[in-house]
């Protein structure tokens, strides 16, 4: 069973940066998501567990970079020169049979984590 935890979440002034992390093991394909207030839950970027390689939505793919460190069993979400309209709850997902092929949807990954909240100030 893969098993996802978020951390790295916080408050931070806009313009800086921040890494979020997710512990997660077991896995073919991570992906990254933000839901903001009154909007739906929009995938980010993902990353494949074998190959490295990466999707990145267009809107973010400038400020925002998907990693991973298998020795730690941790993606991570780098986001720079962050924006008041990067706030939200941050969710990491996983899938376990089968590798990413896109930017990442909802319907795609089975397994979740909590989420951690970002919180950018003006």
């Known amino acids: 069973q893969v098993q996802l935890q978020e951390s790295g979440g916080g408050s931070v002034q806009a313009g800086g940066s921040l890494r979020l992390s997710c512990a997660a093991s077991?896995?073919?394909?991570v992906g990254w998501f933000r839901q903001s207030p009154g909007k739906e839950r929009e995938g980010l970027a993902s990353?494949?567990?074998?190959?490295?390689?990466?999707f990145v939505a267009d809107s973010v793919k400038d400020r925002f970079t998907i990693s991973r460190d298998d020795a730690k069993n941790t993606v991570y979400l780098q986001v720079s020169s962050v924006k008041p309209e990067d706030s939200g709850m941050y969710y990491c997902?996983?899938?376990?049979?089968?590798?990413?092929?896109?930017?990442?949807?909802?319907?795609?990954?089975?397994?979740w984590g909590q989420g951690t909240q970002v919180t950018v100030s003006s």
């Open positions: 077991g896995y073919r394909c």
């Open positions: 997902a996983a899938a376990r049979w089968y590798r990413c092929a896109g930017i990442p949807t909802t319907g795609t990954f089975p397994d």
């Open positions: 990353i494949n567990a074998d190959d490295s390689r990466t």
